[in-house]
């Protein structure tokens, strides 16, 4: 199979799709490799290192979209890379179509097939491609978070771990999952005061077993959840519904009780964000103002530490690139239903119910497309 990885255009990603080290084993299992040049810079892989492994640098994008018959990304297509995509062409990358319908209709539109990292699902009921990511920006974003704190940035100018006479910060985090844990590991290794709120009791129980005594956990009702938010320094909201959108959790409302200058973190901004009041910003103007609450909302976080973040990534999305390139995505599909969950776009319908709803539009089954 011809892959190609083009460079990430979206701003301030740092990240690429395939690593050297990805390149040689698709080179390795008899793929071509076409990585678009200077794709890797950002990440610390120069041009020599893909050619090394085997891999053809392309000068331009169009080359790199024109002759692959898989597109290997980061981020969503950006809306020239979308005008880009064909008929009969896999897509394999974040999509995040449910807080995106311009992005979903352009997919549509191209007639392309595009598996979504974020909606590949494990045994265990986990998303595997999904959980590198949202261990880097778990643990990113209390230092985002006491960074947004600083008075010259507009927050309550408290620091994370207080001094001797000082308490700390009071930290909510609003979800137990894998942001929400790391957030929380970091957060109280920082010397902050940390809560996590889960609805899932189960969940609650673990965290306490593993981390007791490192943070506390609390049930995320109405209630406690008001209490919490009203209470904390910061709050990172760290809540994900597979493919749809991110449920409102922090109305503009209930901005009203929160301390002048308190920090709010967003790491669901990717599904539309968990606060009513946020929306995306990038990694050269991240943090914006409402009703005197300083928002933290960058959509690609992980893409600060884009070396870290690559490796981890290209780490756990190499099985299944070689599954796709080996036999075709949809023999792989049929093969691995978990793979199959995936898939979310296929010849101009969605594939995936939890996208469909969020933007009121129809779906079939991916068997069905998987049948076609």
């Known amino acids: 199979m011809r892959i190609g990885c083009p460079k990430e255009v979206k701003p301030q990603e740092f990240r690429v799709g395939m690593t050297p080290n990805t390149a040689r084993e698709a080179v390795a299992h008899g793929h071509e490799v076409r990585v678009e040049t200077g794709a890797g810079i950002g990440s610390g892989f120069a041009d020599a290192d893909y050619t090394a492994a085997g891999a053809q640098i392309a000068q331009t994008a169009e080359e790199v979209f024109a002759e692959a018959e898989m597109i290997v990304k980061v981020k969503e297509p950006q809306a020239p890379e979308r005008a880009r995509l064909r008929e009969g ?4 990358t974040y999509l995040h179509l449910a807080p995106d319908p311009d992005q979903t209709h352009d997919l549509l539109a191209s007639g392309a097939t595009a598996i979504a990292y974020e909606t590949v ?18 643990k990113l974003a209390p230092q985002m978070g006491a960074w947004t704190l600083q008075k010259a940035n507009g927050g309550r100018g408290v620091l994370m771990g207080g001094v001797p006479g000082v308490g700390p910060a009071k930290v909510a985090v609003i979800g137990g999952g894998v942001v929400g844990t790391h957030a929380a590991r970091v957060a109280a290794g920082m010397g902050a005061e940390v809560t996590v709120l889960d609805r899932s009791l189960p969940r609650l129980r673990h965290v306490d077993e593993v981390f007791g005594g490192v943070f506390r956990t609390r049930y995320a009702s ?21 493919g749809a959108a991110a449920p409102k959790l922090v109305t503009r409302a209930g901005l ?40 933290y909302c960058v959509a690609n976080m992980p893409g600060a530490v884009a070396r870290t973040a690559t490796i981890a ?36 319908r969605l ?10 539009l129809d779906a079939i089954a991916p068997e069905d497309a998987l049948a076609a």
């Not at 699902?121 to 778990?138: F, N, R, Y």
């Not at 002048?260 to 606060?275: E, R, T, Y």
């Not at 290209?314 to 049929?334: E, I, K, Q, S, V």
Request: hydrophobic residues 45%; glycine residues 10%.
């Open 351 to 360: 594939t995936n119910a939890a996208v469909a709803e969020a933007l009121a």
């Open 89 to 92: 062409q896999l897509l394999f």
């Open 222 to 242: 109405r209630g406690n959840t008001a209490e919490l938010v009203a209470e904390a320094d910061m709050v990172v909201g760290a809540v994900l519904v597979p």
């Open 121 to 138: 699902t494990d045994p265990a009921g986990g998303l595997p491609l999904l959980a590198p990511m949202s261990e880097v920006a778990g």
């Open 256 to 295: 009203s009780t929160m301390k002048p200058g308190a920090a709010i973190v967003d790491v669901a901004i990717d599904q539309g964000g968990c606060f009513e009041t946020s929306r995306p910003t990038t990694h050269d103007d991240p943090i914006f103002e409402v009703d005197g609450i300083m928002h």
């Open 313 to 348: 990534l290209t780490n756990a999305t190499l099985p299944y690139l070689l599954a796709l390139a080996d036999n075709g995505w949809r023999t792989a599909c049929l093969v691995d239903p978990h793979l199959a969950n995936g898939l979310n776009v296929h010849a101009g």
